[in-house]
């Protein structure tokens, strides 16, 4: 069993900055890839950007240029800072592994962008 736990979000004016953190707990061995989604309401989740263990990245179209995906192989954690956010980059944003064929999620955390 592998647990996901997030923080970091909040409320921020558009232009602003957040970082998330999401620490994997649980597994037995290294995690490969490491993912954000997000969920807006009325919208399906979608994949925000992803990691590998070996620090390959892949972003969304939607958010490239602003959001930089990271993480610390040794604690298990993965970033998300995302710059200039905009009203539309409010959502839910969830971690999300892949560990032995199994997919777990995060609880989720609120990301709110005012205009």
């Known amino acids: 069993q592998v647990q996901l736990v997030e923080s970091g979000g909040g409320l921020v004016q558009a232009g602003g900055s957040l970082r998330l953190s999401c620490v994997a707990s649980g597994s037995q061995s290294s995690i490969n890839t490491m993912r954000w989604y997000r969920q807006a309401p009325g919208k399906a989740r979608e994949l925000v950007a992803a990691?590998?263990?070996?620090?390959?990245?892949n972003y969304a179209d939607s958010v490239k240029g602003r959001f930089t995906i990271s993480r610390d192989n040794a604690n298990n954690t993965v970033y998300l800072q995302m710059d200039s956010l905009k009203p539309e980059d409010t959502a839910v944003y969830y971690c999300?592994?892949?560990?032995?064929?199994?997919?777990?999620w995060g609880q989720g955390t609120q990301v709110t962008v005012s205009s």
């Open positions: 999300n592994v892949n560990y032995y064929f199994r997919n777990y």
């Open positions: 990691i590998t263990s070996g620090g390959s990245t």
